[in-house]
């Protein structure tokens, strides 16, 4: 669900003086230099996922390790789960890591809405810790911005990759991402949709945010972000049980118009819902596949040309969760015979994690993907599970009540919308 990797985009932030960050299934930051305390303590914590610096992506990559290990029917050791529950805050929060999780978080502890948002999507699906993914759900809506979307970091500007991901969040924990009479996060994350006033091949396609003349760009990764969100869903994505294509609105002559509208000259003034925004930006994500050989390309500075591996894993969960069976499968065959290609494949918890659940969600088998267990190979990258078997054969989790039915969810999540949202294609709000 990444044009950005997650560490680059904290990198980012700190030198553009506002955070901006990905919804990046695979990010990682690159390795500090072994003397740095953050490398120190990484090579302390026998209960975390991969050996490179945490610094930057060590909560997000411990999430994503064991939300694919639990599709795979592999029971993480409990000191795995327990590493990723130590670094949660007092007041409900994660940070990307904590050095030192006994020390208390303080003014200097850097929020992360990211980090907080996938950690209550593991903790979730893994069942028995309530109180954490409460804790985490209620300080996500605790510092949603006023347009009713997330930033990166609290107070900073909203942007698809965070709104998305802490949907999600809030729709396998029960929390409500909107206060009534107020925007919702769909509102805000509609908003960041490009409709009939865009270039043709862009309609449908979402931007990370708006820039700093309020125009918004096409940006696959916060495309693939925004419809996995737009359909209520979090990072797992439950196999389709009907196959073929789900058809997307794209005719903007029409009521069904994809981006704003979807009435001509005055599609900014029509109504969207999430749904058919989510069949638009599928659509987009479709015709760029198509255009780049089934895969998406990289947009990193010195990349371009180059396959982008864990955008192209993102675009398998939206594609599947919005209905695009077919297109998720082929994307999937593509990343099954390139793998091997990616280096991260073989040994980054957080790529193996994304390849576990882009698998789970276009109906393929990781232990079998190329030639190579993926599953295997994420397990060997931290603590030996309790557990491994097969999803059929593993036994039902205790949800001790912190998962909720998600269609449940999505309906309360869509009253609180209203009757239809109000979509602008070009919605004015403040930029990079």
């Known amino acids: ?28 930051a690159s390795a500090a230099p072994a ?27 411990q999430s ?45 502890t850097p929020a992360d809405t990211n980090a907080t948002a996938a950690a209550v999507q593991a903790l979730a699906a893994l069942g028995g810790r309530s109180d954490a993914v409460r804790s985490a759900a209620k300080w996500l809506v605790s510092v949603r911005n006023e347009d009713g979307g997330w930033g990166y970091n609290p107070g900073s500007p909203t942007d698809a990759n965070s709104t998305g991901v802490v949907i999600g969040a809030l729709a396998v924990s029960g929390g409500d991402p909107a206060k009534p009479g107020e925007p919702s996060a769909y509102e805000a994350l509609l908003g960041l949709q490009l409709g009939c006033d865009a ?6 396609a979402f931007a990370y945010q708006p820039d700093k003349k309020g ?31 789900t058809p997307a609105p794209t005719d903007c002559g029409t ?43 990289s947009a990193m500075p010195g990349e371009k040309g180059k396959p982008d591996y864990g955008n192209t894993a993102d675009a398998v969960l939206a594609l599947a969760a919005s209905g695009h069976d077919d297109t998720a499968e082929d994307t999937l065959d593509w990343l099954e015979d390139h ?15 994304a390849l576990v659940l882009a698998a789970h969600a276009a109906d393929g088998d990781p232990r079998d993907f190329g030639g190579a267990d993926l599953v295997k190979r994420l397990n060997a990258t931290g603590p030996a599970p309790a557990k491994d ?44």
């Not at 305390?37 to 050996?51: N, S, T, W």
């Not at 994503?64 to 670094?87: C, E, I, K, N």
């Not at 007092?90 to 978080?105: M, V």
């Not at 270039?199 to 449908?204: L, M, Q, S, T």
Request: aromatic share 4%.
């Open 199 to 204: 270039k043709e091949g862009e309609r449908g």
């Open 35 to 61: 003397t740095s305390p953050a490398r120190a303590a990484a090579a302390g914590d026998d209960g975390l996922y991969g050996k490179g610096d945490p610094k930057f992506d060590g909560v997000w990559r």
């Open 1 to 28: 669900m990444s044009s950005l990797r997650r560490g680059t985009a904290v990198l980012a932030a700190s030198v553009l003086c506002t955070a901006a960050a990905p919804l990046a299934l695979t990010g990682t």
């Open 64 to 108: 994503v390790a064991l939300l694919a290990q639990d599709t795979a029917g592999v029971s993480p050791a409990d000191r795995a789960v327990a590493w990723l529950t130590d670094q949660q805050c007092a007041n409900g929060s994660f940070t990307a890591y904590r050095a030192d999780p006994r020390a208390d978080c303080d003014g200097k």
């Open 255 to 297: 009521d069904s118009g994809s981006g704003s509208g979807g009435g001509g000259e005055d599609g900014a003034d029509e109504k969207i819902s999430p749904d058919a925004a989510a069949g638009a930006g599928a659509a987009y994500l479709t015709e760029v596949l198509r255009a780049n050989g089934r895969h998406l390309p």
């Open 339 to 353: 793998a091997k290609d990616w280096d991260k494949s073989a040994s980054d918890p957080a790529a193996l994690g």
């Open 389 to 432: 078997a097969p999803p059929e054969e593993d036994d039902d989790k205790d949800g001790a009540g912190t998962a909720v039915t998600v269609s449940l969810v999505v309906a309360g999540l869509a009253a609180g919308a209203g009757i239809g949202i109000l979509f602008s294609g070009r919605r004015k709000q403040q930029g990079l």
């Open 215 to 245: 125009d918004l760009a096409p940006n696959d990764d916060a495309t693939a972000a925004a419809v996995l969100a737009a359909r209520g869903g979090g990072l797992v994505v439950e196999p389709a049980e009907d196959d073929g294509e």
